[in-house]
Nanobody
Framework: QVQLVESGGGLVQAGGSLRLSCTAS????????MGWYRQAPGKQRELVAT???????NVADSVKGRFTISRDNDKNAVFLQMNGLKTEDTAHYYC?????????????????WGQGTLVTVSS
């Protein structure tokens, strides 16, 4: 069993900053990709930013230049520094991890989600 625990959400005024943290625990050998997704009310869940263990970063255009993702591979943790927050950044933010596993001799990925943390940006 692998669990993701997020922290750092809250209420902030537009233009402010927040830092989200997520730590994975459980039976972990390696985490290929860790990242953040978000879901605003009435909208689909969307990618915010991900980072592979090798350092490849993928960031949504809507947050480029404002949000920074980082990882601590030794601690199985991922962070999201959010600066210049806008009201449209209001959403539940979910931590995500992809772990390589073997099922009947076939390599696959186990996808794990955190419970989500709410970020509210007021005008």
């Amino acid at each position: 069993q692998v669990q993701l625990v997020e922290s750092g959400g809250g209420l902030v005024q537009a233009g402010g900053s927040l830092r989200l943290s997520c730590t994975a625990s459980g039976n972990i050998y390696h985490i290929t990709t860790m990242g953040w997704y978000r879901q605003a009310p009435g909208k689909q869940r969307e990618l915010v930013a991900t980072k592979t263990s090798g350092g490849t970063i993928n960031v949504a255009d809507s947050v480029k230049g404002r949000f920074t993702i980082s990882r601590d591979n030794d601690k199985n943790a991922v962070f999201l520094q959010m600066n210049g927050l806008k009201t449209e950044d209001t959403a539940h933010y979910y931590c995500n991890a992809l772990l390589p596993i073997m099922i009947q001799g076939v390599g696959r990925y186990l996808e794990v989600w955190g419970q989500g943390t709410l970020v509210t940006v007021s005008s």
